[in-house]
């Protein structure tokens, strides 16, 4: 038999298998978002001035501008049972909520005593109203808490750091006067009705 006839007839010489790429681990299921932490609560506008010297300090240093919008809750008619604590204080507890997935973690929230809250922005004026017209849009309620909803009047006012320091007052008196002086007061929500309630957040 010739050597050609040998190398046809001879059993094919196979290359062991190539190792397959290990694939991938299965990816985790995403991680549930945490609840955010409620907001710093102050109990007057003199301490939210303090917890705030700061952060205005490491802004001026740094030629940052900063903005602050004060938000004012009312409430105006709920209906069902009062929580637990009463009314009030679970419509602040739900706003402050709602405010905190609101905004960026890099914003500071405080709420001040019953019906106050404070958001510290890093914006100049023109971030700071789009961040201000969309709060007053996104806060308005109603807000549902277990078998109770309660209807709200949200007033906000904003003030940025150098106008505030322009006109010689603090930058939290400034965005309380903007509340008062600049807009006009909103319409009520009208009421929605009770089968709805489940709706809302």
């Avoid at 050597?3 to 046809?8: I, S």
């Avoid at 991680?31 to 102050?42: M, S, W």
């Avoid at 958001?119 to 109603?142: F, H, M, T, W």
């Amino acid at each position: 038999m010739q050597p050609a006839d040998q190398a046809l007839n001879s059993p094919t010489t196979r290359s062991p298998p190539m190792p397959l790429a290990s694939s991938p681990p299965d990816s985790a299921p995403a991680t549930p978002r945490a609840a955010p932490t409620p907001p710093q609560r102050v109990e007057s506008t003199m301490q939210l001035e303090i917890a705030l010297i700061r952060h205005l300090a490491r802004s001026r240093r740094q030629g940052d501008l900063m903005a602050l919008l004060w938000i004012e809750v009312e409430l105006l008619t709920h209906l069902g049972p009062a929580p637990d604590g009463g009314m009030r204080e679970a419509v602040a507890q739900a706003l402050g909520a709602r405010l905190q997935h609101r905004v960026r973690r890099t914003d500071l929230v405080f709420q001040v005593g019953d019906t106050g809250f404070a958001v510290l922005l890093d914006a100049d004026k023109a971030g700071a109203e789009l961040v201000e017209k969309r709060l007053s849009e996104q806060l308005r309620g109603p807000y549902g808490m277990g078998r109770s909803q309660a209807h709200v009047h949200i007033s906000i006012g904003l003030a940025i750091s150098s106008e505030a320091c322009r006109q010689g007052s603090g930058l939290v008196q400034c965005a309380m006067d903007d509340v008062y002086t600049h807009r006009p007061t909103p319409p009520a929500p009208a009421p929605l009705a009770v089968a709805d309630a489940a709706n809302s957040v």
